[in-house]
Nanobody
Framework: VQLQASGGGLVQAGDSLRLSCVGFGIAFDTTVVGWFRQAPGKEREFVALSSWAGISTHYGDSVKDRFTIFRDNPKNTVYLQMNNLKPEDTAIYYC???????????????????WGQGTLVTVSS
């Protein structure tokens, strides 16, 4: 499995940004997909996940009502629309798929495993 995340960059607080993640070696319409992030010196944090059909979504408390996850299964792509960005959103963002060796997301209790290099988002104040 390979996941290629893109769309990161340097923005100001209050701006919006959309991340994309294309999957290779896996069919997105058969799996839950999601996003994690990791800020410097901090543990990896769950951001969002989407059920295989995109009907159900789940978000981390710190991004709820600001971020939206959506997917385009024919394109094997998942997106993360981030609005009203804050300096504390600065992190490397990784996309993930459901995998038994992954981190279990509390609530949905779904194990997600991140793949690839991620994309850096920097939010200035």
């Amino acid at each position: 499995v390979q996941l290629q995340a893109s769309g990161g960059g340097l923005v100001q607080a209050g701006d919006s940004l959309r991340l994309s993640c294309v999957g290779f070696g896996i069919a997105f319409d058969t799996t839950v997909v999601g996003w994690f992030r990791q800020a410097p010196g901090k543990e990896r944090e769950f951001v969002a996940l989407s059920s295989w059909a995109g009907i159900s979504t789940h978000y981390g408390d710190s991004v709820k009502d600001r971020f939206t996850i959506f997917r385009d299964n024919p394109k094997n792509t998942v997106y993360l629309q981030m609005n009203n960005l804050k300096p504390e959103d600065t992190a490397i963002y990784y996309c993930a798929t459901e995998d038994p060796e992954g981190i279990v997301v509390p609530g949905p209790n779904i194990p997600l495993r991140s793949w690839g290099q991620g994309t850096l988002v920097t939010v200035s104040s």
